[in-house]
């Protein structure tokens, strides 16, 4: 680009001193012709004012700048200031003397042989009827331009040198903001005003191009993070499908081999049945759980929060009975739209919960409660509790804080991420309040209509 604008500034500079030499050359020569042919007419006026006064006496002390030429009526010549008179030819024909001779005044040029000289010819009729011509020669155009050939190629060298370095000062100096342009960030560079939508539209397009490079990168994070969580999942569900089968396994192996006392048998098929039934409660979380992962649509109908949790303590009671946990219910029916099943599967959990990590004697109350536009189901126990540092993972698949009494009382560690993920389904919140060896309160509020 540079040696771009140099070449274009550079044969600007060289044609505009071409241009101007010409020009400076034609005013000049016109000028100083002019000038001649001025001074050649002053100079015959006064030399016929001085034959007319003098005769051929005025002659005898010419000193004159020009040729003069007197030249009698038939065109002989009477005098010359440069030639003897009596060696001239008549003069009668030549064209300056013809047209004096019949109006008074005549001009003429003419070249000489070798068109080396131009000579101005100006001739005056005089009152005695005799012509007095003035003429002067001086070089033409072209052989004053061979001359002057030496100082015109100087200066044509000095102007030619001054302009190449001009002209590489310049177009450096128009070039050095663009080079400075900085592409990563093109508005922190001060440059040409004019550049400044096209930098703009550069910047936007940074953004641009940015922003998809961040999406791109969140989206390839999330989908890493996804396949982690997948793979982690899996190796979770194996090892949990494992133990009760390999506790299954051994005792149907012990019996097979009549290894049990006939009064042990009844122990090891309980045990049997207790695992087979948590490894029942497992397929059936981690179907719950891959079908909300899947994100199918599931169909939204009315649901009674309330005859739910009635239904759930009913179920419950016997248990609770057992260790004389009081169940209590409050509040009112409430109606919202909600997935039948999920809505379930979260009273479900949240109660059983309670009872599970409930104390001897201890109580769980069940509030529902309608406030808005939202219905909000709260479950309050006076249980073992979580700790602080625990109570951000309850929520993780598979996370128990004690995994002895988790496995004890048929839990598989999934109920709390299928509550999480179903409150999520149907756009509610979770909140929870916990204290450990004084209780917890899990609160979750759903929209009336999500
Ligand atoms: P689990 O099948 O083990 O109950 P959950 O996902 O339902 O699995 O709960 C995860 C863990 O959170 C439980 O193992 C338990 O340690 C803790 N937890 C859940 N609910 C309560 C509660 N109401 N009180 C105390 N701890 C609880």
Known sequence: MTGKIFRSIFSVAMSILLACLVILFGVLYSYFTNVQENSLKTMLHLSA?????????????????????????????????????????????RSEIKEAFAEGEGNSVRYSDTAMEKTIYRAVRLKDGTVLRASVSFAPIWTLLLGMLQPICVVFLIALAL???????????????????DLNHPLDTRTYEELTPLLRKIESQNQEIAAQKKELADKRTDMEFAEESRREFTANVSHELKTPLQTIMGSAELLENGLVKPEDINFFALGIRKESNRLLALIEDIIHLSQLDESLKMQFSEVDVYALCENEIERLEPIAKKNNIQLAL????????????????IVHNLIDNAVKY????????????SSGKQSILSVSDTGI?????????????FYRVDKSHS???????????????AVSYMEGEIRMESEPDVGTTITVLFPKNP
């Open 330 to 345: 409050l509040g009112e029916h409430t109606v919202l739209s909600a997935v039948p099943q999920l809505m379930k599967e």
């Open 385 to 397: 509790g979580v700790s602080p540092e625990h109570q951000a993972h309850i929520f993780e698949r």
């Open 358 to 369: 409930n104390k001897p004697e201890g109580k769980v109350t069940v509030r529902v409660s």
């Open 407 to 421: 496995k004890a009382t048929g839990g598989t560690g999934l109920g709390l991420s299928i509550v999480k993920h």
């Open 49 to 93: 004012a001085g034959v007319e006064k003098s005769g051929a006496e005025y002659f005898s002390n010419l000193d004159a700048s020009c040729r003069l030429t007197w030249i009698a009526a038939d065109g002989k010549v009477l005098f010359d200031s440069e030639k003897r008179a009596e060696l001239l030819e008549n003069h009668l024909e």
């Open 163 to 181: 302009s190449a370095v001009l002209a590489y000062r310049v177009s450096k100096k128009i070039t050095e903001p663009l080079e400075q342009i």
